[in-house]
């Protein structure tokens, strides 16, 4: 419970003490809103004052440094500054500084702790997510100094000593605001708070989702491979199956082609298919005797031409290399050479049509 309550008023405790700073000199303060492309809010408080407005609060304090009371304000029962609280300090000119900065993932504590303050009238930050893009709004309105300063004379004007500001940065494209564009971050927008009257804010912006971006990647990639596997996988892209025409042997022993012959094999056909010319002659066959309507198979040391005749009966001329200069037509062995492959192959198309 502890722990809940130091996070909720981390930042509650510096405004407080900003606010209690007002009045002692040369004093700057600001508050600043860093919005993160996850969605989440860095939500900083930063105490500037010169050496002169120090020591004159040490002087009406008792001597204690306005620093040091911010950090043991900041710690926890231990007297340590909780974990995720950051605190600097620094100087930067005439003026001494110092900050506490802490992130959040939910925008209602922010607004919690803002709305709870006299330096803003209203605060609303918020978020709003479509899909794979989010748009961030902060709607707020700065009090006058006026408000919070405690004299009696009201023709002072609080904003001639004090310099106030509250600053935005927004992820993605800013769609609108109305505050002053910094000259080095086209998304940090900063207002300046004024002596007797209100300043609005209002910034918005719209921001790529790279988690929800990442989830729809995830998912489209997921139903795409889910679609590859069902239509056949990889291989059904990059090597597609082609239809294979079974061969029957028609009672020749030594011609057994395999049903599971590719259509046209990465490797070259042996050398002595090659001498012989075996692929030109079943092409002369393919265009002269059967009307184009044949089919090739081929695998090492083995080619054919399938085809199928007029009674839908399927036909074929079967070449293998036996070796040893032999070569067998449909089963028949023969020499292997051209004038006998030109006769094996003209007697096994005899044959195939007689059948």
């Known amino acids: 419970m502890r722990a809940t309550n130091i996070k909720r008023t981390i930042l509650s405790i510096a405004i407080s003490l900003l606010m209690s700073f007002l009045l002692t000199g040369c004093f700057k303060g600001n508050i600043s809103v860093d919005i993160k492309w996850d969605g989440s809010a860095d939500v900083s408080v930063a105490l500037g004052m010169t050496p002169q407005a120090m020591a004159l609060i040490s002087s009406s304090n008792q001597g204690t440094n306005p620093f040091q009371d911010m950090r043991t304000s900041l710690a926890d029962s231990s007297g340590m500054i909780p974990s995720g609280v950051q605190v600097k300090q620094w100087n930067d000119g005439d003026y001494n500084w110092m900050s506490a900065t802490k992130n959040f993932s939910d925008f209602n504590q922010v607004n919690q702790i803002m709305e709870n303050k006299k330096i803003f009238n209203n605060f609303s930050l918020s978020r709003k997510s479509f899909l794979i893009v989010d748009e961030y709004e902060l709607d707020a309105e700065m009090a006058p100094l006026a408000s919070d300063v405690s004299s009696a004379d009201t023709t002072i004007d609080p904003s001639t ?152 009966q399927q036909r074929f001329i079967d070449i293998k290399d036996l070796g040893n200069r032999q070569i067998s037509v449909n089963g028949k062995n023969y020499p292997a050479t051209k004038d006998n492959a030109k006769a094996g192959i003209m007697e096994a198309l005899k044959n195939q049509k007689e059948i």
């Open 161 to 312: 000593f004090i310099t106030m500001t509250t600053s935005a940065s927004f992820p993605g494209v800013i769609l609108d605001s109305n505050g002053f564009q910094d000259s080095k971050d086209q998304n940090l927008y900063t207002w300046t708070a004024e002596g007797h009257q209100a300043v609005p804010i209002t910034i918005k912006s719209l921001s790529v989702d790279w988690l929800g971006m990442f989830i729809l990647i995830l998912v489209v990639l997921g139903v795409t491979l889910l679609g590859i596997y069902a239509f056949g996988g990889f291989d059904f892209i990059f090597h597609p199956k082609k239809k294979v025409l079974n061969v029957v042997p028609q009672n020749q022993s030594n011609s057994q082609l395999s049903s599971s012959m590719p259509l046209e094999s990465m490797r070259q056909p042996p050398d002595c298919m090659v001498e012989l010319g075996i692929e030109d002659l079943l092409n002369q066959v393919n265009s002269r005797a059967v009307n184009s309507m044949g089919e090739f198979r081929r695998r090492p040391g083995e080619m054919a031409l399938i085809w199928k005749d007029a009674a839908d």
